[in-house]
Nanobody
Framework: QVHVVESGGGLVQAGGSLKLSCGAS????????MGWFRQAPGKEREFVAA???????DYVDSVKGRFTISRDNAKNTVYLQMNSLKPEDTAVYYC???????????????WGQGTQVTVSA
């Protein structure tokens, strides 16, 4: 099974950038679609971005044009480049395997620690 460890979070000013990394283990990593999610304190977890094994991507409207998801299958790693960050982006960011359904992206039930992103005004 695929297991992930997120890293790269931190504290940045509004308008700044961060690049998150998601290191994955598992021999079948390249066969999975991967996604990024985020959760602010006291709020529900929301979908941010996904990338399919073939490289096609999907984003929530609020980050479109600012965030870029990518993957390096040789390194078993998924990235989230975050530019023009806003205070509303403050959250713990998680990655996970995902699959597409008629209603949206669905993630595995097992979540890692995530990585904290804090954007100051």
């Amino acid at each position: 099974q695929v297991h992930v460890v997120e890293s790269g979070g931190g504290l940045v000013q509004a308008g700044g950038s961060l690049k998150l990394s998601c290191g994955a283990s598992g021999r079948t990593f390249t066969h999975y679609a991967m996604g990024w999610f985020r959760q602010a304190p006291g709020k529900e977890r929301e979908f941010v971005a996904a990338i399919r094994p073939g490289g096609s991507t999907d984003y929530v409207d609020s980050v479109k044009g600012r965030f870029t998801i990518s993957r390096d299958n040789a390194k078993n790693t998924v990235y989230l480049q975050m530019n023009s960050l806003k205070p509303e982006d403050t959250a713990v960011y998680y990655c996970n395997t995902v699959r597409r359904t008629l209603t949206g992206w669905v993630a595995d039930d097992y979540w890692g620690q995530g990585t904290q992103v804090t954007v100051s005004a």
